[in-house]
């Protein structure tokens, strides 16, 4: 199992940056890909960008060139760098760590933290 914590979220105004952390309680190494997703009010939750243990990372369209992800592993956290932020950023975000376990996938998630941008 992994618990998540996350911290970070806020009010911020158009353009401006925001850094999202996500604190695991086991070795990130050991969880097969960690990831952000938001969830705006009456949208489908979607991924936002994501880590694989090995270092790949991907992002949605909409974020590429705004967000990095990244990690510590001293501290088991990972990050979401937030540049240039628009009022279509704002969600809930959540942390996410996938779990591959033979042919089982296990999610573990966070519990969301507010991102709010205003024009």
């Known amino acids: 199992q992994v618990q998540l914590v996350e911290s970070g979220g806020g009010l911020v105004q158009a353009g401006g940056s925001l850094r999202l952390s996500c604190a695991a309680s086991r070795s990130i190494f050991s969880i097969n890909a960690m990831g952000w997703y938001r969830q705006a009010p009456g949208k489908q939750r979607e991924l936002v960008a994501r880590m694989t243990s090995g270092g790949s990372t991907n992002y949605a369209d909409s974020v590429k060139g705004r967000f990095i992800i990244s990690r510590d592993s001293s501290k088991n956290t990972v990050y979401l760098e937030m540049n240039s932020l628009k009022p279509e950023d704002t969600a809930v975000y959540y942390c996410?760590?996938?779990?591959?376990?033979?042919?089982?996938?296990?999610?573990?998630w966070g519990q969301g933290t507010q991102v709010t941008v205003s024009s």
């Open positions: 996410n760590a996938l779990l591959v376990r033979v042919t089982t996938q296990y999610n573990y």
